[in-house]
């Protein structure tokens, strides 16, 4: 395999090169995969060193070769797209590599498709469905097993609800046939919605994504549907409701959770509204040091707040909600149980990250943006604070993360300075556009950056292996001992999302989720002297649960 050697070292050098060089989200994913490419051939080359014995297994089979250049061939093209982004240059490499590359492509797929109509083909010799049939009946598997995927969920959430709380009420009055849909919640305490724009592959996905709002997340569901289903898609849907290009793309029903949401919801409630964040003014005030300047409160609690509440390392990847599927036709779709959009007043003190410094840590962006902020809530004037804090303009975006005693929330697209400010003024509500995601499907250790070196990929599978042991994780790993990054976690239910992180992170996110409910995790069964260190962290999952 020389020219697969050739490709794996400079595709793994490009993408190292610009690792070190530049600060992008896709070279990030981008490299993960290059190095687990560049594991996965250097293991193999020390089990088969050159001149070993003859009698030794062949080296890779020929499918397995050509879906490893097949893979070099997606690494090369991520290179590009990296480097195109940067400043317009392009890697290239030689045409006999591109040509190889387009021919095993080609030939794998025509040789899948050939088996899968074969098997599909009538016993009395009657034609093989078309490309398109074909691709129906696959689509049709994938939504029925995530329709079964969707269905353990709901079963898992019905046996663990308390049946003595009172069950959240939601009515659903609207799907549409791009797995659009909208409830309300009928019983809510006035402070989230009380409308809810979410999107659903299947409509046995519906219930979960609604579930996963309760707080406790113990609380039963009462769901009432006031529309019909929509009838069973021909193909897999888009992810989201609408990919123009998708095969299962239909330009009469496009809506998308959360279009024109947030002016409705102030809207409709503006004078609640305003009435709202003006008791937060005085609640500010009346908390506020006596003579007390911004500069000075500002500065002596942004100290407090980084020695007592540091901001909990990244788990973007976790909360996705997605993983790509390799389809057998040669598409690759992104595969997940949907996700919800809703507006509401949150609790600041639940938002553990709003970035990847330290709390108000802006440098020279807008520096003065939090200062008049804080004096806005400390003026006489209503419609001056809301001006300047624009809570039903440019929104605050954050993504929610259930636990059993209530959310946290993590900085979504907009808002890092409001959010600062909020915590730093002490508000004990501030109003945000909410995104939750359904968990994802399966968790593979590189795809959710979980690791560092080979040594720390083995203790994430080794904390996975105690979450399910002890009844914080359900579902099933699959384990790869020699790649312990290429592990899978075929993923039911965990209690919060951030358990499944490495335990750095996980140990951080614990610590954040005790602040803001103290003893929940101690009721979980979960003790404080577990999450105290990394070691103890990992210690406490490994041994045998009581």
Avoid at 130 to 150: F, G, P, V, W, Y
Wanted: hydrophobic share 40%.
């Amino acid at each position: 395999m020389p020219h697969l050697r050739r490709l794996v070292l400079l595709t793994a050098l490009a993408g190292l090169r610009f690792a070190l060089g530049t600060v992008d989200d896709r070279r990030a994913g981008l490299v993960d995969n290059l190095l687990v490419l560049v594991e996965v051939e250097s293991h193999r080359r020390e089990r088969h060193p050159p001149g070993a014995d003859q009698d030794r297994p062949a080296e890779m089979d020929a499918e397995e070769q050509q879906a490893r250049v097949l893979l070099a061939a997606r690494l090369q093209l991520g290179v590009q797209v990296v480097l195109a982004s940067l400043n317009g240059r392009t890697l290239t490499l030689v045409d006999e590599r591109d040509r190889a590359g387009q021919f095993y492509t080609d030939l794998l797929y025509v040789q899948r498709a050939l088996e899968l109509a074969a098997s599909r083909s009538g016993p009395d010799g009657s034609e093989p469905p078309s490309m398109t049939e074909l691709q129906q009946h696959l689509d049709h598997d994938l939504n029925r097993k995530l329709a079964d995927r969707a269905e353990i969920r709901e079963e898992l959430a019905h046996r663990r609800q308390a049946g003595e709380l009172k069950p959240s009420r939601w009515s659903l009055t609207r799907h549409e046939h791009n797995g659009f849909f909208q409830a309300h919640l009928d019983n809510g305490d006035g402070l989230l919605g009380p409308v809810m724009d979410g999107w659903a592959p299947v409509p046995e996905a519906v219930p979960g994504l609604l579930r996963s709002w309760n707080t406790p997340s113990s609380r039963p569901l009462d769901l009432q549907r006031q529309c019909q289903n929509p009838w069973p898609p021909d193909h897999l849907l888009p992810y989201g409701g609408r990919i123009p290009g998708h095969r299962g793309h239909d330009d009469d029903h496009t809506c998308a959770p959360g279009e024109g949401l947030g002016e409705l919801l102030w809207q409709e409630h503006q004078e609640a509204h305003r009435a709202r964040f003006a008791a937060v003014m005085r609640q500010v005030q009346d908390a506020w040091p006596a003579g007390a300047g911004v500069a000075d409160i500002m500065q002596e609690r942004t100290l407090a707040l980084n020695t007592a509440q540091p901001p909990a390392p990244s788990i973007d990847q976790l909360l996705s909600g997605t993983h790509h599927h390799d389809g057998k036709l040669g598409q690759v779709d992104l595969i997940g149980l949907g996700s919800t959009i809703t507006f509401g007043w949150i609790d600041p003190a639940a938002v553990a990250r709003v970035g990847s410094g330290p709390w108000n840590d802006f440098a020279s962006h807008r520096p003065g943006t939090v200062p008049a902020m804080l004096a806005a809530l400390l003026g006489d004037s209503l419609d001056e604070a809301l001006r300047i804090w624009n809570l039903d303009g440019d929104h605050v975006r954050v993504v929610r993360i259930p636990g059993p005693a209530g959310p946290l929330y993590t900085l979504g697209a907009n808002g890092a300075h409001r959010l600062t400010a909020a915590r730093l003024a002490r508000m004990p509500l501030v109003w945000a556009r909410i995104t939750q995601r359904a968990l994802p499907l399966q968790l593979y250790a590189y795809e959710a950056e979980l690791h560092r070196s080979h040594s720390e990929q083995g203790d994430v599978v080794g904390c996975w292996r105690g979450l399910l042991a002890r009844g914080l994780v359900t579902g099933r790993l699959e384990e790869n001992p020699t790649l312990p990054a290429m592990s899978i976690l075929h993923l039911d239910d965990v209690a919060a999302a951030w358990l499944l992180a490495s335990p750095k992170i996980a140990i951080a996110w614990a610590a954040a989720y005790d602040h803001t409910y103290p003893g929940a995790l101690d009721e979980l069964g979960v003790p404080a002297s577990a999450w105290s260190d990394e070691r103890s962290w990992e210690s406490w999952l490994c041994a045998p649960p009581p």
